[in-house]
């Protein structure tokens, strides 16, 4: 079982729609990161988090430490916003670079 | 301007081959790190690398050795290629250095796509 989980794998979905892509972990991390992987295949980073919640522009991310859960939210989605969402975490047990999930493919359709 | 570059981005090659892949980061980041795309997509850790240590993902074939020729700098040397080692492979950076309690925004090269034949 991978250490880091993500749902859905696949989303597509309506533009405008509010979307959720869920990320749950079950080691001790120091840091969760919200990556974007485009089309293309370049790797853009959109959030990190220790605690609470993030927003960048129409981007939502929170964390819960407690549940070692986290969300990532895109408000008005735009075709644009087509890509593979990436959760990682930084394992706090070790200093080996960032555990990744199997990533969410997004398309969103005009 | 580009913050981490790789070269070069497409790599074909022979099984058997010696191969490497060239990192620069002009962020003036402490560490940086080198990660393998599977043919499906998946993200794993190879190694991490700052000025005093040297972290190798214990799944890392010793075929695999990264070179850093200063802290700018961390190349991937691959001996002997095997078909399995095709994947994409991504340099990134970041500022803090590679102790176990901290956070950090991790900066990505573009990849370099290998493909052993």
């Known amino acids: 079982k991978n250490e880091v989980e993500q749902s859905p794998q696949n989303l597509t979905a309506q533009e405008g729609e509010f979307i959720t892509i869920n990320c749950s972990y079950s080691v001790g991390i120091s840091a969760l990161h919200w990556l974007q992987q485009h089309p293309g295949g370049g790797i853009v980073s959109l959030f990190m988090l220790s605690s609470g919640k993030k927003k960048h522009g129409r981007l939502i991310a929170t964390i819960n430490i407690q549940e070692k859960h986290s969300s990532l939210h895109i408000t008005a989605s735009h075709p644009r916003d087509s890509a593979v969402y990436i959760c990682a975490v930084r394992v706090r047990r070790g200093a080996d670079g960032l555990t990744f999930g199997k990533g969410t493919h997004l398309i969103i359709q005009p | 301007d580009t913050a981490v570059s790789q070269t070069p981005k497409y790599l074909v090659t022979q099984m058997g081959n010696d191969k490497s892949i060239k990192c620069e980061q002009n962020?003036?980041?402490?560490?940086m790190y080198w990660y393998k795309q599977d043919s499906k997509k998946f993200l794993k850790i190879m190694f991490s690398y700052n000025n005093k240590e040297l972290i190798i993902n214990e799944t890392v074939p010793n075929r695999f050795s990264p070179k850093s020729p200063d802290k700018a700098h961390l190349n991937l040397h691959i001996n002997s290629l095997e078909l399995g080692d095709s994947a994409v492979y991504f340099c990134?950076?970041?500022?803090?250095?590679?102790?176990?309690?901290?956070?950090?925004?991790?900066?990505f090269g573009p990849g370099t796509r290998l493909t052993v034949l």
């Open positions: 962020l003036g980041h402490d560490t």
């Open positions: 990134a950076s970041s500022q803090a250095p590679g102790l176990a309690v901290w956070t950090d925004t991790q900066y």
